[in-house]
């Protein structure tokens, strides 16, 4: 069957469209369109490839997705060596670099190209009348890796190059790094799947790169950054370096937007002060800066030494790791009740500041790491991000250190802590009790989808704990007219009107409350959940693991949380306290989750509705027995439209889903009896 020509045409256009977006996006930085309309172009074309395999190229945006993996990496020949660069530790290097320089070219001063050294792994992409066809690593220099499957799926390396006047052969060489936003969540990923955590962005990027299977290169957040030209032939091009790099972002190839061109030494200087300064905001990691004498021909006068050029240096910055002892590990608890285990080591200064401890995030992780109490370890500081232990120097552990274990009893107020099942974060289960968690435990109970208290807010919450007028929630209930007015910015008004808003706060509902209790893993979806299925509170509280688990949606995670928190006897005295108080609600009848007239149907709401805020709506739905997501898929019944949707109701339409206006809405409802 010969392809229509109005297929084919579709199909260029789509592809010219979306390397059109990569170019805005990775080499100018401007993007036009959100990401949502980038995947519909993406998906369309995919759509159209699928449906006409014969239309595929390998220059389509679509094949970056990656190939079958390969058996192993073939070899590639530099033609021209890929040589590492002269690292210069102090400005009195940098000096004595230019002065070398000056004195062999016989000039006063130089035009110096400069950019941030990038810490990600090398790679050379050679283009041939425009088209990728090889990536390959650096290697020892001589000889690197053919990795031309997983350079393609990397989206800011143009398949094509853009525009005209490229030479026949044009290799580009630059480096591959991940962002700093992408290492995180990549190790948030690895971590939560119980994988390979990766010690920094540039293992990060060279692990992705080397990988056998190119879906997973295509799976990791890397991207590119040109900095020279290895063999070119067929063409010509500028005599400066920084013109070049200038050519190169017009052919679409990603160039560092903080690459310059400096008055000499002092230019140089100035230069890496400022890049040192602007370290830490960059999206990504940089090791220091290069200096390149920008004119060609004086570039090759100046030659080569060893393996490393004359006429580049690279000038690095202070270190970001150093070696340290672990002189102890305490265990902190922060808001939520989380433990959290800190290596407290002997001071170390590391990239100008002093370090003198580490987060160690859970237990998982000193597990992996193998960290003990006097160990020495390999420690790294990025900026205002913690400082974390990379890795252990077991060469230097001598005789036998113990292993740590997180403690069975919370630190700060004695309380049973707990893991819940498939979870990596240990939990105290003091919730309403711990002072760790006292603010915390307070700005929820006060907030508006919990007991929904006006005028309580942080600031307020933190005079009443700081002076010792509130301990828990029940003492909110216990405040007087005169404590309040002795407040900070607190007067009689302001008082009366605390008051009346936490006296309303008494007449709720058994869903809010469960919520507002903040029982870990128990949202308003659960509470709610829980509330229709239990009827009562009694009759939750003594519910057993088992019974819980029969609740739909609760899992064995939620049940172990519910049970801990009810099993504590603090937890039971501020209920019991806050129903003295005159909290109450009124029981429901526990209906059948199957008898529900909404039963196993999933919403998604969207727009802004007249009659009824989101929240409103989003309740009357699951009083009927019915699913709120936040998200549109094949699984969706409905999409609730208002006015002003977003993207959802787009998606709804992509993917044929009924689509409920607010008229059609409140129908359904009144069918039901919900309004």
């Given at each position: 069957?010969?392809?229509?020509?109005?297929?084919r045409?579709?199909?260029?256009?789509?592809?010219?469209?979306?390397?059109?977006?990569?170019?805005?996006?990775?080499?100018?930085d401007?993007p036009?369109?959100?990401?949502?309309?980038?995947?519909?172009?993406?998906?369309?074309?995919?759509?159209?490839e699928?449906?006409?395999?014969?239309?595929v190229?390998?220059?389509?945006p679509?094949?970056?997705?990656?190939?079958a993996?390969?058996?192993?990496f073939?070899?590639?020949?530099?033609?021209?060596p890929?040589?590492?660069l002269?690292n210069?530790?102090s400005?009195?290097?940098?000096?004595?670099?230019?002065?070398r320089a000056?004195?062999?070219?016989?000039?006063?001063?130089?035009?110096?190209?400069?950019?941030?050294?990038l810490?990600?792994?090398?790679?050379?992409?050679?283009?041939?009348?425009?088209?990728?066809?090889?990536?390959?690593?650096?290697g020892?220099?001589?000889?690197?890796e053919?990795?031309?499957?997983?350079?393609?799926?990397?989206?800011?390396?143009?398949?094509?190059l853009?525009?005209?006047g490229?030479?026949?052969t044009?290799?580009?060489r630059?480096?591959?790094?991940?962002?700093?936003e992408?290492?995180?969540?990549?190790?948030?990923?690895?971590?939560?799947?119980?994988e390979k955590i990766?010690?920094?962005?540039?293992?990060?990027a060279?692990?992705s790169?080397?990988?056998?299977?190119?879906?997973?290169t295509a799976?990791?957040p890397?991207?590119f950054?040109?900095?020279?030209?290895?063999?070119?032939?067929?063409?010509?091009?500028?005599?400066?370096h920084?013109h070049?790099m200038?050519r190169?972002?017009e052919?679409?190839?990603?160039?560092?937007?903080?690459?310059?061109?400096?008055?000499?030494?002092?230019?140089?200087?100035?230069?890496?002060?400022?890049?040192?300064?602007?370290?830490?905001?960059?999206?990504?990691?940089?090791?220091?800066?290069?200096?390149?004498?920008?004119?060609?021909?004086?570039?090759?006068?100046l030659?080569?030494?060893?393996?490393?050029?004359?006429?580049?240096?690279?000038?690095?910055?202070?270190?970001?790791?150093?070696i340290?002892?672990?002189?102890?590990?305490?265990?902190?608890?922060?808001?939520?009740g989380?433990?959290t285990?800190?290596?407290?080591?002997?001071?170390?200064?590391i990239?100008?500041?002093?370090?003198?401890s580490?987060?160690?995030?859970?237990?998982d992780?000193?597990?992996?790491?193998?960290?003990r109490?006097?160990?020495?370890?390999?420690?790294?500081?990025?900026?205002?991000?913690?400082p974390?232990?990379?890795?252990?120097?077991?060469?230097?552990?001598?005789?036998?250190?113990?292993?740590?274990r997180?403690?069975?009893?919370?630190p700060?107020?004695?309380s049973p802590?707990?893991?819940?099942p498939?979870?990596?974060?240990?939990?105290?289960?003091?919730?309403?009790?711990?002072?760790a968690?006292r603010?915390?435990?307070?700005?929820?109970?006060?907030?508006?989808?919990?007991?929904?208290?006006?005028g309580?807010g942080?600031?307020?919450?933190?005079?009443?704990?700081?002076?010792?007028?509130?301990?828990?929630?029940?003492?909110?209930?216990?405040?007087?007219?005169?404590?309040?007015?002795?407040?900070?910015?607190?007067?009689?008004?302001?008082?009366?009107?605390?008051?009346a808003?936490?006296?309303?706060?008494?007449?709720?509902?058994?869903p809010?409350?469960?919520?507002?209790?903040?029982?870990?893993?128990?949202?308003?979806?659960?509470?709610?959940?829980?509330a229709?299925?239990?009827?009562?509170?009694?009759?939750?509280?003594?519910?057993?693991?088992?019974?819980?688990?029969?609740?739909?949606?609760?899992g064995?995670?939620?049940?172990?949380?519910?049970?801990?928190?009810?099993?504590?006897?603090?937890?039971?005295?501020?209920?019991?306290?806050?129903?003295?108080?005159?909290?109450?609600?009124?029981?429901?009848?526990?209906?059948?989750?199957?008898?529900?007239?909404?039963?196993g149907?999933?919403?998604?709401?969207?727009g802004?509705?007249?009659?009824?805020?989101?929240?409103?709506?989003?309740?009357?739905?699951?009083?009927?027995?019915?699913?709120?997501?936040?998200?549109?898929?094949?699984k969706?019944?409905?999409?609730?439209v208002?006015?002003d949707?977003?993207?959802k109701?787009?998606?709804?339409?992509e993917?044929?889903?009924?689509?409920?206006?607010?008229?059609?809405?409140?129908?359904?409802?009144?069918?039901?009896?919900?309004?």
């Amino acid at each position: 069957m010969s392809v229509p020509a109005e297929i084919r045409r579709r199909v260029e256009a789509l592809r010219k469209e979306i390397e059109h977006h990569n170019y805005l996006y990775y080499v100018l930085d401007q993007p036009e369109i959100s990401d949502a309309e980038y995947d519909r172009l993406m998906r369309e074309l995919q759509e159209l490839e699928a449906k006409y395999p014969e239309l595929v190229t390998p220059d389509s945006p679509t094949q970056r997705v990656g190939a079958a993996p390969r058996k192993e990496f073939g070899e590639v020949r530099h033609e021209v060596p890929m040589l590492s660069l002269n690292n210069a530790f102090s400005d009195e290097e940098a000096i004595e670099f230019d002065r070398r320089a000056r004195e062999i070219l016989g000039v006063e001063i130089i035009d110096y190209a400069v950019e941030p050294k990038l810490d990600g792994l090398a790679v050379s992409l050679m283009y041939q009348h425009g088209r990728l066809v090889q990536g390959a690593t650096r290697g020892d220099g001589y000889t690197g890796e053919d990795v031309t499957a997983n350079v393609r799926t990397i989206k800011a390396i143009p398949l094509h190059l853009r525009g005209s006047g490229w030479p026949a052969t044009l290799e580009v060489r630059g480096e591959v790094i991940m962002t700093k936003e992408g290492f995180e969540k990549l190790n948030a990923e690895q971590r939560r799947k119980g994988e390979k955590i990766f010690a920094n962005p540039r293992n990060a990027a060279a692990g992705s790169l080397r990988q056998l299977d190119p879906k997973v290169t295509a799976s990791r957040p890397l991207t590119f950054f040109a900095y020279g030209l290895g063999k070119v032939e067929g063409g010509t091009l500028p005599d400066r370096h920084s013109h070049i790099m200038d050519r190169l972002r017009e052919w679409g190839v990603p160039v560092n937007r903080e690459a310059r061109v400096v008055e000499g030494i002092e230019g140089c200087l100035a230069y890496h002060k400022a890049m040192q300064e602007k370290r830490e905001s960059l999206p990504y990691e940089i090791d220091g800066v290069v200096y390149k004498v920008d004119r060609l021909d004086w570039q090759a006068k100046l030659g080569y030494v060893a393996r490393a050029p004359r006429w580049a240096l690279a000038h690095k910055f202070p270190a970001h790791e150093e070696i340290t002892r672990v002189i102890d590990i305490e265990v902190q608890v922060g808001r939520t009740g989380a433990l959290t285990p800190v290596a407290k080591l002997e001071p170390v200064r590391i990239g100008g500041v002093t370090v003198s401890s580490a987060s160690l995030f859970n237990q998982d992780e000193i597990d992996r790491l193998d960290v003990r109490i006097g160990d020495w370890v390999v420690v790294r500081r990025a900026g205002d991000v913690i400082p974390q232990i990379v890795s252990v120097v077991k060469s230097r552990r001598k005789g036998r250190l113990k292993k740590f274990r997180l403690p069975d009893k919370c630190p700060v107020c004695g309380s049973p802590t707990y893991r819940p099942p498939g979870e990596a974060v240990t939990y105290c289960t003091g919730g309403l009790y711990c002072p760790a968690q006292r603010k915390r435990a307070l700005e929820h109970f006060a907030s508006r989808r919990a007991m929904d208290i006006e005028g309580l807010g942080t600031k307020l919450i933190d005079q009443l704990v700081d002076k010792g007028l509130v301990r828990d929630p029940a003492d909110l209930y216990s405040l007087t007219r005169e404590q309040l007015i002795g407040l900070e910015r607190m007067g009689p008004k302001s008082a009366d009107n605390l008051l009346a808003q936490l006296e309303k706060s008494k007449s709720t509902s058994l869903p809010r409350f469960l919520y507002a209790l903040g029982i870990h893993d128990v949202g308003e979806v659960t509470a709610q959940t829980l509330a229709e299925h239990f009827g009562s509170l009694e009759a939750l509280m003594s519910a057993s693991e088992e019974e819980l688990m029969a609740v739909p949606d609760v899992g064995p995670a939620v049940a172990t949380s519910i049970r801990q928190f009810f099993a504590q006897k603090h937890n039971r005295d501020v209920i019991r306290r806050l129903r003295e108080a005159g909290v109450h609600w009124p029981d429901i009848t526990p209906k059948k989750p199957e008898e529900l007239p909404l039963a196993g149907k999933t919403f998604v709401l969207t727009g802004a509705l007249s009659s009824m805020t989101r929240d409103e709506a989003r309740e009357k739905l699951r009083q009927l027995g019915a699913r709120v997501s936040g998200s549109v898929s094949r699984k969706t019944d409905y999409v609730v439209v208002g006015e002003d949707p977003g993207s959802k109701a787009e998606r709804a339409r992509e993917l044929g889903v009924p689509m409920l206006d607010e008229a059609a809405f409140l129908k359904l409802l009144r069918e039901h009896g919900a309004v």
